[in-house]
């Protein structure tokens, strides 16, 4: 998403971000059109949904593929290589007479590496519509990004990633420079890439009154749900191990896994029975309630529970 180097060779037009909002540079495209031709054929799905990102935003704006190298206004090439992913990416800033829209060659391709390639492309045809970087608040003209999101943006978790491809600067600053009309951004501003784990099965207990404790046997889930790729991508050294979390309370179940007990590394082979014992504080009805937490520190979409009576 790195586009200075470029931009000030080609147009010699980037500026600090000011303290409001959008900033908007050099020229703009007639009738806000503009037809794009693309040379880097392994990103032309991902500048088709790029263009219609913006051709959805309200901003009366409108990207259009052409066959024809000669007659388009904007041509995507490829610039470098990488191995799965957009890392950066250049474009020339507004309209020029030959406007450029550069992004890597990719070694292979990867789910997240695609996803990626999507938030840069987005990015860099704003520059082409002349939205240089804003750095003051969360917009997808971020001169930066963190795990598929906008530097500026709310921080999310390894298992989710900033689906929402536009935020409201980037589409106020495209209506104020095209016309249209700033609708309210609908999109939900993360999506997750892969559903958490099911519960924990199997969960068994008694209280053994030698020890203050209640024994607890329960059945390890036989795989992870972690999806490799987002492994790979975001955890490099392959994550933590699969570990569980288990607490007990008093008469009522926890529904979040407590912040203030340290997950538990699991024992037992993929599918094998975990055993675990919960010390209590005194008689009463006990629930006993086990998360089963992922390689990315994700917890199962709820916990396993089981009352357990102390006298």
Known sequence: MRAAALLSVLVGLLCAAPAQAYELVGE????????YFVSATQHAATMAVAARTWNASGAR?????????????????????ADFGCREGLAS??????????LPRLARRSPYGDLMCVRTAVHELGHVL??????????????????????QCERHQPWAWRCRLLEPDDVRGAVRRYGGRYRAVRDPAECDHYAPAPPISELTGSYDPRIGAIATS????????????????????GGLPGAYTITATRDVCA???????????????????????????????WCVAVWHIDELQRPSVAPATLFVDVT
């Open 130 to 151: 002349g939205l240089s970087h804003e750095d003051d608040r969360c917009a997808t003209m971020n001169s930066s990004g963190i795990n598929l999101a906008p530097s």
């Open 218 to 237: 329960f059945r390890r889930l036989p795989a992870t749900t972690v999806p490799p790729w987002l492994i790979e991508a975001v955890a490099p050294d």
């Open 255 to 285: 529904t979040v896994p407590p912040a203030d007990i340290p997950f538990r590394y699991q024992e037992a082979e993929p599918g094998g029975i975990e055993q675990h014992q919960v010390r209590v504080d005194g008689p009463g009805r």
């Open 93 to 102: 800033v507004g309209r020029a007479s030959r406007a450029r829209l550069y």
């Open 28 to 35: 703009k495209w007639p009738r806000g059109r503009v037809t």
């Open 61 to 81: 704006v409108r990207f259009t593929r052409t066959r024809s190298r000669r007659n388009a206004d904007l041509v995507v090439a490829y610039r470098g290589t």
